[in-house]
């Protein structure tokens, strides 16, 4: 059996408790030298900086960034209720 050097949760949590990056919504698969990034955001940018806290905080690890980017637009039409 071999141990992981970093846990989904682990990773989850330091998203979540970063206050640049403050994201819940990012899928996280670890193993033993590299962790894999899933989700959408809105911009390359966050997408960008997501990727630079994993690696920051685990440089061991290879970051496999699979997040896409999609950007909000504003509502074209009053939303029927």
């Known amino acids: ?19 640049q990056i403050a994201e819940l919504g990012i ?22 900086a997501i990727a630079a806290a994993v690696s920051g905080h685990f440089p061991g690890l290879a970051v496999h960034n699979d997040i896409c980017v999609l950007p909000a637009h504003a509502p074209t039409a009053p939303e029927a209720l």
């Open 1 to 19: 059996m071999t141990t992981n050097r970093c846990s989904d949760a682990e990773i989850q949590r330091m998203l979540a408790e970063d206050g």
């Open 27 to 48: 899928e996280i698969f670890c193993n033993d030298d590299a962790v894999v990034l899933r989700g959408d955001v809105q911009s390359d940018e966050r997408r960008d």
